[in-house]
């Protein structure tokens, strides 16, 4: 997830460190480029910029000794082109008269990019933040003003964004939010805006808080703000804030973890903007068709998305898949695979060794390797003939969250692609997930009293719920330290079921149509004491023979699995919180597994 920074004052000065700190305060968010725009009263427009972290480029190119009287700043975390010199931001206009910078998808960049370069304008990078920038210029260019081209330009500009422009010739800055951050500072001799508070606390605590739609106008000693849609002026007074910056970086989450799980309905969204708009998908979805075997491969995490990505394709495409953990894929598949066979690799971090072993092998054997990733620029997208990102910024948390339901997401729209269905359905998702998280945190609260002394549990589901219940266990002993284990439904009985006593808590997950078969589960343990606890829909039968039930929206079978995640993410995380754990970082773990 990028970041961006803009800073006025009256007259030039030396910026440089407040920017390299304000810089180094929005690393948090992970970012993988750096770039500074300083803008000087005679209109010259510094620009240096970067592949790399804020220490090294800002060396590099002695950013610590730029001056300005304006300055933007920007981190990138890569979506659109990889991390490069070209791709980092921020981006001139086709006369370097203009210096913009973004947070955020663009997500129709690709087409936009054909028209400025057909309207005669220089397009340099692959990256969507030019895009903004070039849009401005399109209505600057015909003697709009820098508010009245803003304007303009959110009706080109297509998907969740926030930007920061200049002119060379003015003496103020402009951003606009719709869909990302975007929070505006109010010193004594200054104005700043960001992306994120933490940017912005070290210099002022006096913030205005921006809302989408809404343009700002900052001068060194005044700010307006602006309706996008009529231009009107909206009055808005100045907040103090009083977080800790720790509290800042966490949005005020307790945890990165908690952050993460609410950030689901925003990123499962971006990622269909992205997908609606990207030709890698096209490509895949051919690629798929024409195969002789497709294999869905990861590790932890991401392997439950490929065994859950795996049923939605039998599902919805009727095409057989075969989802493998990576190391296994090597043991059990290294003499049969060969160039007629696509692979799709899935990874968060694109870096975990396991799953580049795999893709050297397949490498080898000539198999297709494509890949569901979310870091940019990691190995894993560099191997790939193409990969598709999963744009959920940066996960801090070592338990996986929002990446987990994003990778689900992505299956689900490759699936519906291949049946050729209306993914109409699948927009509907981010809204169904903002309910789920705020509706089942009660319902998961009111269970974990009963789970308080135990350290031993199941987590059973069926059919499109067992690799749910799988990463529900993934979730539980990650970060409880409990040991929870995670299995088909139906085969709890061909032993495990030895193992109830008491009150021995067992988690079922399910959709409506295995609502039978999951109660004739329930019961197999509850007549032996067990407690059961189902996540479900709202039904008379499951909550009469389960001690509790914490209740799931059904829009469609595929996206109730999908909702049925977060209460077992949500109850993973308090019952970590319960045991005095730090879900963030659990012992013995780490978010990034480079070694064999
Ligand atoms: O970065 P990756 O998706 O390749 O990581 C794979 C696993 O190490 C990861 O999913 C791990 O299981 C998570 N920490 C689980 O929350």
New binding site residues.
């Given amino acids: 997830m990028c970041g961006i920074f803009g800073i006025v004052y009256k007259q030039d000065r030396l910026l440089g460190p407040t920017l390299i700190d304000a810089g180094l305060r929005l690393s948090y968010r992970g970012y993988d480029s750096v770039g500074i725009a300083t803008i000087l009263e005679n209109g010259v427009i510094d620009l240096r910029k970067d592949a790399g972290k804020v220490k090294s480029v800002a060396e590099k190119y002695n950013f610590k000794e730029m001056i300005g009287q304006r300055a933007i700043l920007q981190l990138r975390w890569a979506t659109f082109g990889e991390p490069s010199l070209v791709n980092s931001q921020p981006h001139l206009d086709s006369e370097g008269l203009m210096v913009g910078a973004h947070n955020g998808n663009v997500v129709n960049n690709v087409e936009l990019r054909e028209e400025f370069i057909s309207e005669g304008m220089t397009v340099r990078s692959m990256n969507d933040g030019e895009s903004c920038v070039h849009a401005v210029e399109r209505f600057t260019k015909k003697g709009f003003s820098m508010l009245e081209a803003i304007q303009k330009a959110y009706d080109v500009l297509k998907g969740d964004y926030a930007f920061v422009i200049t002119k060379a010739n003015d003496d103020k800055l402009y951003a606009f939010k719709k869909g990302s951050g975007l929070v505006a500072g109010i010193g004594d001799d200054f104005t700043c805006v960001s992306s994120d508070l933490p940017s912005i606390l070290p210099l002022t605590r006096n913030v205005v808080f921006m809302n989408d739609g809404e343009i700002i106008e900052l001068s060194a000693d005044h700010y307006k703000i602006f309706s996008v849609s009529d231009g009107t002026p909206i009055e808005r007074a100045v907040e103090i804030v009083e977080d800790t910056m720790e509290a800042a970086q966490k949005g005020g989450f307790e945890h990165f973890m908690l952050k993460e799980i609410h950030e689901q309905p925003k990123v499962a969204k971006e990622l269909i903007h992205l997908m609606n708009n990207s030709s890698a998908v096209e490509v895949t979805i051919e690629a798929l068709i024409n195969a002789r075997n497709i294999f869905f491969i990861?590790?932890?995490?991401?392997y439950n998305a490929c065994v859950t990505g795996s049923v939605y394709f039998n599902r919805i495409s009727g095409r057989t898949t075969i989802p493998v953990a990576a190391t296994q894929f090597i043991a059990q598949y290294n003499r049969s695979i060969g160039p007629e066979d696509v692979g799709i690799f899935?990874?968060?971090?694109?870096?975990?060794k396991d799953?580049l072993n795999a893709v050297e092998i397949a490498k080898q054997k000539g198999m297709k390797v494509y890949s569901l990733v979310n870091v940019v620029g990691s190995t894993l997208t560099k191997l790939s003939e193409r990969w598709l990102p999963l744009a959920c910024g940066y996960e801090i948390s070592?338990?996986?969250t929002k990446?987990f339901t994003n990778q689900l997401v992505a299956f689900l729209y490759l699936a519906y692609k291949m049946a050729k269905f209306d993914i109409s359905d699948l927009e509907k998702i981010p809204g169904y997930m903002q309910s789920t998280i705020d509706d089942t945190k009660d319902q998961v609260l009111d269970v974990l009293p009963y789970l308080e002394n135990w350290n031993d549990l199941y987590s059973l589901g069926y059919g499109v719920t067992f690799p749910i219940a799988l990463e529900g266990a993934?979730?539980l002993k990650?970060i409880t330290y409990a040991h929870c284990e995670g299995m088909l439904s139906t085969e709890f009985k061909h032993g495990p079921l030895a193992a109830v006593t008491l009150d021995y808590p067992i988690l079922f997950t399910t959709i409506e149509e295995d609502i039978s078969l999951i109660i004739s589960g329930i019961n197999e343990v509850t007549c032996r004491g067990a407690r059961a606890i189902v996540i479900g829909p709202e039904d008379n039968r499951l909550k009469s023979n389960a001690q509790h039930t914490i209740t799931i929206s059904q829009p469609t079978p595929e996206i109730a699995s999908i909702l049925s995640i977060v209460p077992l993410q949500l109850l993973s995380y308090y019952m970590s919180i319960q045991r005095g754990f730090d879900p963030d970082f659990p012992r013995n773990?780490s978010?990034?597994?480079t070694v064999d």
């Fill in positions: 990861g590790c932890g995490t991401s899935v990874s968060q971090s694109g870096e975990t799953v070592v338990p996986a990446t993934l979730k990650e773990l978010k990034t597994l």
